[in-house]
């Protein structure tokens, strides 16, 4: 082996000794309460014949895009789209990435400059501490939801600062004190954003337009891959910040636009979220039937959401895969999420509740982590 494979051997054979090794596993028949499929797009019937249909309606369209957006891959039906996506969350304009993780990275790489600041939620996204890290601006974090923290850092902000924030965290599921937030920041004459993913679906068009608070909001982002079932993301903002993106956001920029098919399929989604009322409604009957029926506490605790987001803390890498090997054993499709994912000692399972989950499902469910935790 050459020095540089020895090297990656050693750091892999690290991960193995101390149980934080990742691997793929294939899809599976478990009942699902792991996918983040919120409203059941992704396995929709209805939403792939529409999909098909939209295709169908554009003969002409092309299996690939051909190039980037800025070259040869712009189409008339992605500005059109982004027109539609930007008037039903209530922004001024928008601008498609091909991912969650490419728009915060361009959208954060690309704001702040040099003598700028950015500050994170310490449990923000990954992709949106990497887009602060490819910045040239000065970064802190503060304490999670604390809003003394955050205006402990905003008093150290220089130059333009943006303040970073997800509406509901991916891993912990809870959602943050938004309009507390947005008051400080407007008191220092920060700029919000707020990161939407997990968001849409069990509230419709987000929680910022739930509060009607996108006026005062810098950028929202969006995805397409969680509740709509699809793939892709957009930046929610201002028609300057739109024209801004175009130009100086490289993993716009630099990058082979969505295909038709893609964009299609965004397209249909969210005309079938217009009518996915009972969707939505099965969704928090289903977490109000979860936590109900759920006895965790004390040492395995329970997090505190409302969101379709429900995780239980076991503490330790081993215990977390042992409460997801039982489950998984019973049918349960859920997974341990480990350290380094997520910070050493707060290790757990995450279970993604679903509208499709009926409620023997979700009881078997509770039926099973409760004897677990009790047995301990």
Do not use: W
């Not at 999670?144 to 891993?171: F, Q, R, W």
């Not at 008191?187 to 929680?207: F, R, S, T």
């Not at 939505?280 to 004390?298: A, P, R, Y």
């Amino acid at each position: 082996m050459t020095a540089a494979e020895i090297y990656l051997k050693t750091r892999l054979n690290e991960r193995q000794s101390s149980g934080t090794y990742r691997r793929l596993k294939p899809e599976n028949d478990l009942i699902d309460f792991c996918s983040n499929d919120y409203l059941g797009f992704a396995r929709s019937a209805t939403l792939k014949s529409n999909i098909e249909q939209e295709v169908q309606n554009h003969p002409h369209s092309f299996n690939g895009s051909t190039g980037s957006r800025l070259l040869s891959g712009n189409l008339q039906y992605a500005e059109d789209l982004e027109k539609t996506i930007a008037v039903y969350h209530q922004y001024q304009a928008g601008l498609l990435f091909n991912s969650g993780y490419d728009a915060n990275l361009g959208l954060l790489s690309s704001l702040a400059q040099r003598g700028d600041t950015i500050i994170l939620d310490e449990l923000i996204h990954a992709s949106a501490i990497d887009g602060a890290r490819l910045s040239y601006a000065n970064r802190y974090s503060f304490k999670h939801n604390d809003t003394e923290s955050l205006e402990a850092k905003l008093k150290l902000a220089k130059g333009n600062c943006y303040v970073v924030i997800e509406s509901v965290y991916s891993m912990d599921g809870d959602t943050p004190p938004l309009l507390d937030i947005l008051h400080i920041t407007e008191k220092y004459g920060a700029n919000l954003i707020v990161d939407e993913a997990h968001a849409v679906g069990l509230y419709p068009a987000g929680l910022v337009a739930g509060l009607g608070l996108q006026k005062r909001i810098f950028a929202s982002i969006v995805t397409f891959g969680k509740a709509l079932g699809g793939h892709g993301a957009i930046v929610l903002g201002s028609e300057i910040l739109r024209q801004y993106l175009i130009n100086f956001a490289r993993p716009f920029i630099y990058t082979t636009a969505a295909s038709f098919h893609q964009l299609a399929s965004v397209k249909m989604a969210y005309q079938l979220l217009n009518s996915a009322e009972q969707e939505v409604i099965d969704l928090k009957n289903n977490i109000k039937l979860f936590k109900e029926q759920i006895t965790s506490k004390g040492t395995y605790p329970l997090l505190n959401s409302d969101s379709p987001i429900q995780c239980i803390v076991l503490g330790s890498n081993d215990k977390a895969r042992g409460m997801a090997n039982t489950l998984q054993n019973r049918g349960l499709d859920v997974r341990a999420i480990l350290s380094p994912t997520v910070a050493a000692g707060t290790e757990r399972i995450r279970i993604c509740l679903h509208s499709f989950n009926t409620s023997d499902d979700i009881i078997k469910l509770t039926d099973t982590i409760n004897q677990f935790i009790n047995a301990r």
